[in-house]
């Protein structure tokens, strides 16, 4: 594929006005034909023809104004069909037959078939395989659906908006006619045939309309629909409390279907979702499981508003729709949840994934100008970086100036392709505040490290922070320009209150808010009786890097005492990642590994302060984890011997912290009836994280095989099996334990792939010889990208010692995999190869093996669009 540069964007030359589809379904061979109400664009030239996209499309007929086009008129040519000849002035019609096989797309985008169902993905460029179209963003216009199926198979026939009638239709025939009112791209087309089951509720909106909310499963499954079916009621509920964001048509619907590339997919009224984000019941989901299905169902609805009431210009703007939905998500889970504990989750998930991608071959700006493969985009810097540039908005505003902006830009951009200089003039015309400074996190990759030294004038009461700022270099981006960060701090005092400076000089304050803004700063802070302990970038309130030389007994005092519980939990990871990243570089070279005895202390003292809650305690509980220590380290990293470190620290707590692991596995068992809350889902967390520590300190499988048997949900379950797999691989007990998982949940899918993923990632050199086991088991299925993934990607992603061999075998078994997926769906190859993105950060035995690994697959025939991407970056 041609490299797009955001700067060649240009309008089209003809303007959309509408267009009417219709369906005959057929398993191999359906007929689309699309009926598209076209005029020249004003301003456009007189001569240029209309050029519209497909993809491997079989196109069987091609009329204007209802008669056959001229072939002189016409080129169909590289997936592009080109009309010439089209009046100046003037609405034409243009008709586009095409024949599609559902069944043979494997790559799940455009119209395909999984189990029985039709369905369809169009984003980003899925709807160019069912016809040729004008298949971007910015081009907005109403659609009529209309399907024909057979009856028997296809009960249910649906699409986008409104149902405007069906009837019967001859032969064992029936149709359905569905229209959408409102304009909208083709990425957000939808269309579901099939015969499912329903669980229906309703949605009274703010001003008082009714929604029809409907949740088709497959038959059977109805019951394990109803939290999502409660998730979505709480989110409709939520955005118009918070965002005041009413839903604008009759009905809402979800379909759950089990093959799929993404979690879910945004489809104007008709969201099409992963299963496994909408099936969950006590028996087979687990807390992360429910807490996920909320975040997901939440996040779809949410793009009616950010995504398709205003939508992308292009796809450089992805993040305008998806870091700002990500941010709503993420605020809606902080609110029905615990707030503290979801911003660690979310700053964990943001650290492990989005700061070693930043840090890699494949960084890239969270507004990219360039790209060769949009698919490769969906990342984790639009998604999350792109929430957290959203989130700083609103740290820098204030919320009742960041509500503010977001009403304008509801109201200014309703209806439109927006960009995300739209979305900033908002703020700033909202604020009157200039957010040029501020729009660099959108320009420049790479993650910000801020060095900050500090000292203290006893006599003057002046307390002095030195601040540097340094942007890395990334690919394509070799100078950066400061950036404005805003940091939340405070300045702790021995006996637990704050100081309150008289005056703050050498950078601007707001509220709690510290504003870095050059290269160098120094800010003096007047007024302060005794030397204080700065606590910095509280709540994380920016996505950066910090270096900070602080005293494990200053870290020690933060994590034991700071109002903020994201910065408490913030200061025992900076106690444990200098003993982490000690304890691995005395075990490469063999030398002994020590503890510092104030990182024990301190985390047995959170884990047992009854005082705070489970989860937060479960958190401090779950040390910085292997690939944290990874990136910590820094490069030359040797997986073997960070886990060796890790282990060694780890063994130092349990051993210390027994008697209360004992006690907290005893008193938070949470018996009888199972609720998906938070309250209790923190502690079936604290428990299962004594479970694991329990584990070490007795050297016995006795007590996880118990918990095993005994669990009566599969938070417990699974977590037990996860200790007793991780820990004791070779025990009897895990043995009988395996089977008995895989007997009664063998025909649940989604829960096998649990069992594939808890093998997956047994930690060291067994690890590949297992998933190789595994994969000839009757139950994996190379078609379905859940099971691809839970087996495969978890073990690349998610098995450090296991995937990074020392010997190169797990990077040739990985190359394997990626040539073998990639000719049936190049969307999962792809992202499966992501795993290697830090390869050059691995010591030199490995890295070789890696490169190695990544040649033979950049050698392979007819490589997709999405591997080639990804692994020629990957090389560079
Ligand atoms: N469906 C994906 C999401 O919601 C892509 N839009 O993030
Ligand atoms: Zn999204």
Not at 42 to 56: K, S, W, Y
Not at 303 to 327: A, M, P, S
């Amino acid at each position: 594929g041609r490299i797009i540069n955001l700067a060649d964007y240009r309008p089209t030359d003809f303007v959309l006005e509408r267009v009417d589809l219709t369906f005959e379904l057929d398993p191999t061979e359906t007929k689309c034909t699309s009926r598209m109400l076209f005029h020249r664009r004003e301003g456009a030239a007189t001569d240029a023809p209309l050029v519209l996209d497909g993809d491997e499309l079989n196109m069987t007929g091609l009329l204007y104004d209802g008669m056959p086009m001229e072939a002189e008129r016409f080129t169909e040519e590289d997936d592009v069909l080109t009309i010439r000849e089209l009046p100046e002035t003037g609405s034409f019609e243009i008709t586009v037959e095409t024949v599609i096989n559902p069944e043979a797309n494997t790559q799940l985008m455009g119209l395909y078939r999984t189990n029985g169902i039709y369905c369809t993905q169009c984003e980003a460029e899925g709807f160019r395989r069912i016809t040729y179209f004008y298949d971007r963003p910015d081009v907005l216009c109403v659609y009529t659906v209309n399907i024909i199926a057979d009856k028997e198979s296809c009960p249910l026939l649906l699409s986008n908006g409104n149902f405007l009638g069906g009837a019967g239709y001859g032969e064992g025939k029936h149709f359905a006619a569905w229209f959408d009112p409102h304009p909208k791209p083709s990425y957000l087309f939808a269309l579901v045939a099939g015969d499912l089951g329903v669980v229906e509720d309703s949605f009274t909106t703010m001003s008082g309309r009714e929604v029809a909310l409907k949740i088709y499963v497959e038959h059977g499954k109805e019951p394990r629909a109803s939290y999502a079916m409660d998730a979505l009621k709480r989110s409709m509920k939520w955005d118009e409390e918070v965002f005041g964001r009413e839903y604008d048509l009759d009905i809402f619907m979800i379909v759950a279907v089990s093959d799929f590339n993404m979690g879910a997919m945004e489809n104007k009224g008709l969201n099409v979702f992963n299963d496994k984000y909408v099936l969950a019941d006590p028996d087979t989901a687990t807390d992360a499981d429910y807490a996920n299905i909320e975040a997901i169902i939440a996040h779809e609805y949410f793009h009616n508003w950010t995504g398709n009431r205003i939508t992308c210009r292009d796809w450089f703007q992805l993040c305008l729709k998806e870091g700002l939905t990500v941010y709503r998500d993420h605020e809606f889970s902080a609110d029905q949840r615990s707030r503290a504990v979801k911003r660690i989750a979310e700053v964990r998930h943001l650290k492990s994934e989005q700061f070693p991608e930043d840090a890699g071959p494949l960084a890239h700006p969270v507004r990219p100008t360039k790209y060769r493969e949009i698919n490769n985009f969906y990342t984790t810097t639009v998604y999350e970086k792109g929430s957290e540039v959203t989130r700083m908005i609103a740290t820098i505003l204030g919320a009742e100036l960041f509500k503010k902006g977001m009403d304008l830009y509801f109201e200014r951009h309703d209806g439109d392709a927006a960009t995300i200089e739209d979305f900033v003039k908002c703020f700033e015309d909202a604020s009157g505040r200039d957010l040029s400074q501020f729009s660099l996190w959108y320009h420049q990759a790479g993650t910000p490290l801020v060095t900050v030294s500090s000292a203290y004038d006893q006599a003057k009461g002046v307390f002095t922070l030195s601040f540097e700022q340094m942007v890395p270099p990334t690919p394509g981006q070799s100078a950066k320009e400061p950036m404005h960060i805003p940091l939340r701090f405070g300045l702790l005092l021995a006996d637990g209150t704050e100081a309150e400076p008289q005056a703050i000089e050498g950078a601007e304050v707001t509220g709690d808010v510290l504003h870095l803004t050059q290269r160098q700063q120094t800010v003096t802070f007047s007024g302060i009786p005794t030397r204080p302990v700065v606590t910095l970038n509280r709540g994380f309130s920016a996505p950066i890097n910090l270096h900070f030389e602080q005293s494990p007994a200053d870290l020690a005092h933060i994590a034991r005492h700071d109002s903020d519980f994201f910065a408490r939990w913030q200061a025992l990871s900076d106690i444990a990642l200098p003993n982490l990243v000690a304890a691995a570089r005395n075990a490469r070279n063999a030398a002994e590994i020590a503890v510092d005895p104030l990182l024990v202390d301190t985390l047995v003292a959170i884990a047992g302060d009854e005082t705070l809650e489970p989860a937060f305690r479960a958190q401090i509980l779950a040390l910085p984890s292997e690939a944290d220590v990874a990136r910590e380290h820094g490069g030359n990293n040797d997986p073997d011997a960070i886990r060796t470190g890790r282990e060694a620290v780890m063994a130092v707590a349990a051993h210390k912290g027994a008697e209360l692991f004992a006690a907290l596995f005893d008193r938070n068992h949470t018996k009888g009836g199972f609720t998906p809350d938070a309250a209790s889902a923190g502690k079936r967390a604290l428990r299962n994280a004594a479970l694991g520590y329990l584990a070490i300190a007795e050297g016995r499988p006795d007590r996880a095989a118990k918990a095993f048997e005994t669990a009566d949900n599969m938070t417990d379950m699974s977590a037990a099996l996860t200790v007793l797999a991780h820990r004791f691989p070779d025990a009897p007990e895990t043995a009988a334990a395996l089977e008995a998982f895989r007997a009664r949940f063998a025909d649940n899918a989604l829960v096998i792939d649990k069992w594939f993923s808890i093998q997956s990632t047994i930690p060291g050199h067994g690890a590949l010889e297992r998933v190789r086991t595994l994969m000839e088991s009757p139950l994996f299925n190379r078609s379905n990208p859940n099971r691809v993934r839970a087996l495969v990607g978890t073990f690349a992603f998610a098995n450090p010692t296991g995937f990074n061999r020392a010997d190169g075998a797990g990077y040739r078994f990985l190359a394997e995999q990626i040539l073998e997926i990639d000719p049936k769906n190049p969307q999962l190859a792809a992202r499966i190869l992501t795993s290697m993105r830090s390869w050059r950060a691995l010591e030199d035995v490995r890295s070789d093996h890696a490169l190695n690994a990544l040649r033979t697959i950049a050698a392979g025939e007819k490589l997709s669009s999405d591997v080639s991407d990804i692994v020629e970056r990957m090389l560079k």
